[in-house]
Structures are given as C-alpha cells and as structure tokens.
C-alpha cells in the first residue's frame, strides 16, 4: 500500500530510500526498537499490513518506593525495581546500578535480588558501578527490593535508577522522588490537636481513647530504631525511671484515748523539774556523685603542630580531623591512671592515620578496611565511679575533661560487645566518644569559650562522620579521607585559638 512520506525523517534517510527504490531493493529491516502501536496503527494501518519489527530485546524499567511521600527522619522506606523484557529475545550483559539517596542509609542485609539475599560484595556493586544480572528471557523479569533508613534533612529523597545491557534497547528508568513531611506540623502536635478536639466534645468529661486503627494513616509513620538509638532510648527510659514522684507515706490513724482510773495520791510538795539538754542531731551523710570522668591535657607542643596543620597554605582534609580528634580525646582518671587502656588505643590509631597520609605520598589508595586498626582498649572496665575532684593543672598545658553520660557508655559498651565488627567508622565513634567537652582553667570566659568552641566542633564532626559513613558504602578506599570539609575546618580553627589563649596564659 502507499504510504505518505515521512517528513520527520532527515533529507539523507529519505535521500537513501528513493536511491533503494529506484534500484528496486527492498526497505532496510529497522535498526531501533519501535512500538507495533505507533503511527502506523494510528494512520489505519492493521497488524498485518506491517512486519513485527520487535526481533531485539526490550528492557521496560520500573522503580517504586513505599512509602511513595510524606516521610520523616527515622522512616524505613522499601525501594523495589522492576526490569521487564518485553522484547523477542532474552537480554544479555544486564547490568544495574542503583547509588544511595543523600539523607538515606542503607538497612543491611534488605537487598534481596529476585527473592534472594546477596553479599556484601554484591551490595556494594548495587550501589556503586551496577550489579550484573542472569539473563532476562524474553517475556521474563528481573527485580531488586532493599530498605533504607531516612536520616535528618529537609530534601527529597531522589533515587536514580540506571539499567544497561549487551543487547537490549532501555525504556523507563525514571528518577523516583520520595518526599519528606511537612515540618509545620509534627507528629506530637497532631496528637495534642486531636485530644484537645476530643476533650472539647466529650459530654461528660470522661477519659477517650482512640484505636490504633481509626487514626490517620500520614500520623502513622513507620519508624524503626537503630542500635545507636535503641541504646540511648533505653538509658533515657532508665534514667527517668528514677525521677518518678515518692508515694506518699500512709496517714497516721488517730486511736482515741483509753482512761485508767488511778487510786488517789496524797499531796506532796511540787518540785520543779531539771532541764534536760537535748542531745545534738546526727550528721547526715552527704551523698556523693558518681559518674564516669575522664581526662586529658593539650600542650603547646601539640598546639603548635595542630596550627601549622589548620593554618598553613595546604587545605586540611579530613584525615587531619580525624588525627585532630584523637589529640581532643581524654583517657585518665583524676589520679592518671588509664585502667582501660584507652591511650595506647588512640596512640596506635594515630599511627594508623599516619601511614594512610604517607601511603598517600607513595600513589597508594589501599581498602580503608585495611586501616581500621584494633581495638586495644578495654571498653568493659569503664564504670562510674565517685566524682573527685580534678587533678592540677601544669604550666603550658590546658586541662581537658569529659563525663561520658549514660547513652554514650552505652553505646562504648556496645562497641565493645560488638568487637568483631570493628571497623573504620566504629574507631572514629569511639573517639568522637571520648572527645573533651570543655577544660577547666581558673578563668570561667576562657572556659566558656573554649567549651563552646569543642561542643560545635563535635556536632560537625558527627554530622561530617555520618557523610563518611554514606560515601564509604560506594567508594570503599582511603581517597574518601582526602576531600576537604571548610565548615569543618573553620570549627577546628576556632577550637585551636580557644586552646591558645587558655595556654600562652
């Protein structure tokens, strides 16, 4: 049948047709992937005037989240990806590549691939160049189905999916964005609205409760705890557990008087009693204080070598943070004793860092696995004890302290219980544990300022290691160690100048 001319075609394509049909050569068989149900089933065309061009395969990506919106810090969402082929033949060389949202953590072990678990190593492909696929038989499907868990920040989740194969045309593959809650109105305020509501339509005042069920589904987030927060609840909950109201004592019953007749007593002359001197109440023992405290002492030495770092014409990278925040860590007692061993751990993690700066020098990007170190300290030991007070402090040196509150401990503790997990990130948690809080000097503006200068260092640094944590998951070598995080070196800035006017002093 004729057909009118393609006039979307380029003046070579419809060049080179006129050139086949004058020398009476058939059409070329398509070289791209088209729809049977395009123009030509538009133009009235039927099935069986045009010749099935659909001899390739045909990979229709689909991505899915749930839930879709309406998410907050802490939310577990479920990422699904669907690759379907919908071509003629089985697709080979299928690879697909999926890289984490920002904001997100990946909930370990999730990743399930056509039903079924993966490695870690398999992960690790997921997330970074792309996971190689079985071949997908024409008409079959391959899916991936993992969690992640939502962390503080005011973005959408984006999630943006990239499929390639050997031998298959790609359709889809959409970017997924998952939205995060109105912040205006929180979950807390919702829940205080809706019972001022109920107590206004409440005839008589009675207590109401509401079920589970009938709640809106968008003040039903769905949270799960981490093991970090897990601890921290717990010690909460047990720390308020101790703040509750004494019950009252039970009242006295009044026993009416019982009269005893007396037989009578001649008179005799009245004499007037001695006083009697009461005698002096007890003294009452003074209840002391237990906590875990720990200290340390910054000199000018190291002041000296922390500045040159800081300050000089190189822009610091955050390995000298992470060098930094083990000179900032304390690990003695009143008395200098380090029962726990916690400097020679932080002594042989220094020299940890130190061979990454100086493999660095050498072209050397070694696994950062290979660079955590070992858990030298003996984590166990550390128990509240009777708060003394603080060791003197020496010439040219500034006295540091720390209490370790009870989540905190708790989470040492974990770490410890947890020791053939040890790895990069955990060596950093438990020196960013262990960092001073402030300094005692005799001069309270130096100590305040100094002590807000470490308590905004150390936000940064928690929030810059959880950074960390993400990158590592993609890039798993130390070239992660030398990119440069400028808040976080003006934060250090002002750490050392606090330092220095309590030491040149």
Known sequence: ?????????????????????????????????????????????????????????????????????????????????????????????????????????????????????????????????????????????????????????????VLLPSVRSANAAIAGARALRVTRRNQREGSFSAEVSRAESVYLEAKPLIPVEIPADELPEDDLPIYELDVEETLVYEAADAALSDAAAPAPPPAEIEQPPVEIEQPPVAAEPRVEPKPVAEPEPEPQPVAVREAVMLYGRFDRTTLVFFERSFNGSKTPTLLQHCIFASALACTTDTSGNDSAALKRHLDAQSQVLHRIALHEKLGKKEPIVEYAGALLAELDTIDPAPVTPPPNRTAGTALLATELSPPTLAVVKKIFEERERWDFIKARQLTLALQAQRAIVDDDALGASLENALRGYAQLSMTTLQKLFVRIRIDRTTGLLFASEPALDAAARAVLAAFASIIER
């Open 1 to 157: 049948m004729n057909r009118e001319p393609d006039f979307e075609a380029s003046a070579d394509m419809r060049l080179l047709e006129l050139q086949r049909s004058a020398l009476g050569l058939a059409p070329p068989p398509p070289t791209r992937w088209e729809s049977r149900y395009g123009s030509d089933a538009a133009a009235g065309v039927t099935d069986d005037e045009v010749p099935f061009v659909g001899e390739s395969a045909v990979l229709v990506v689909e991505a899915a989240a749930n839930p879709p919106s309406g998410v907050i810090a802490g939310t577990v969402v479920t990422f699904s990806l669907s690759i379907a082929n919908e071509g003629a033949k089985g697709a080979r060389g299928v690879v697909a590549a999926v890289p984490l949202p920002a904001d997100a953590t990946y909930r370990s072990g999730s990743l399930l691939v056509d039903g079924r678990a993966v490695p870690e190593d398999a992960v690790q492909r997921f997330f970074g160049d792309g996971l190689e696929l079985p071949e997908i038989p024409a008409g079959g499907r391959a899916t991936a189905l993992w969690k992640v868990g939502v962390r503080l920040g005011i973005g959408p989740l």
